[in-house]
């Protein structure tokens, strides 16, 4: 198994609050990735990283915010929760060949309150 | 821009065959297909490269239609294990990011 790792695993948060989700990575890969995933919307690009402090916007950036400031961390912050936001978050990982499969870690289940 | 799938959901039984597409507006570099069990992470099955490459783990074959920014994944002679949600991920040829789609339910019954 690729080694990706997500925390936290669960967390129930208050509207209003910051909110950070860490992404763990040991395979040394260049991409990554951050979606939502919500029942009818499959899986939705928030923000994808492709190098240490190279980001950009996916299809549901607002509210979020990235960093990664090392190969092995990827950031997910939501500067001010609200209901919406309330989600299941995937983080994935690839190599830096568009020909390579993307690994997905174990997925955080945010309650916004 | 997420591409799009059809069916939303499909039954099926033990061994019957099923197709699910997955179409995208932008030019492609390459389709990746997973499948998700409930409460658990999407697994990959198969990348289909422009070009015409393919690489897979399952018997589960798919196509690429380059020209029409097209895919299908073909599930044939289907097993209880094949029932989960299937999902086609797309990577443009001019961008880095992984897009997917909304997801194909599949349900196998005996």
């Known amino acids: 198994d690729a080694g990706i790792t997500q925390s936290p695993r669960h967390k129930v948060t208050e509207t209003g609050t910051p909110v950070t989700l860490r992404c763990h990575q040991t395979?040394?890969?260049?991409?990554m990735y951050w979606y939502r995933q919500d029942p009818g919307h499959g899986l939705r690009l928030i923000h994808y990283?492709?190098?240490?402090?190279?980001?950009d916007k996916g299809e549901v950036s607002d509210g979020y915010s990235v960093s990664r400031s090392k190969t092995e961390d990827f950031l997910l912050t939501l500067e001010s929760a609200t209901s919406s936001q309330t989600s299941v978050y995937f983080c994935?990982?690839?190599?830096?060949?568009?020909?390579?499969?993307?690994?997905f870690g174990q997925g955080t289940r945010l309650t916004v309150v | 821009q997420q591409p799009v799938q059809s069916p939303q959901a499909v039954i099926l039984r033990e061994g019957e065959d099923a197709v699910i597409n997955c179409s995208s507006s932008?030019?492609?570099?390459?389709v990746h297909w997973y499948r998700q069990k409930h409460g658990e992470a999407p697994v990959f099955l198969m990348i289909?490269?422009?070009?015409?490459e393919q690489k897979g783990h399952e018997k589960i074959s798919a196509s690429f239609n380059e020209k029409k920014q097209q895919s299908s994944l073909y599930l044939t002679a289907s097993q209880l294990s094949y029932s989960g949600t299937y999902f086609c991920?797309?990577?443009?040829?001019?961008?880095?990011?992984?897009?997917f789609g909304a997801g194909t339910t599949v349900t196998v019954r005996a």
């Open positions: 994935a990982i690839s190599g830096a060949s568009g020909s390579t499969e993307a690994f």
């Open positions: 395979e040394n890969h260049r991409y």
């Open positions: 990283s492709y190098g240490v402090k190279d980001t």
């Open positions: 932008k030019a492609l570099y390459s």
């Open positions: 289909l490269l422009k070009g015409g």
């Open positions: 991920g797309t990577r443009g040829l001019y961008d880095y990011k992984l897009s």
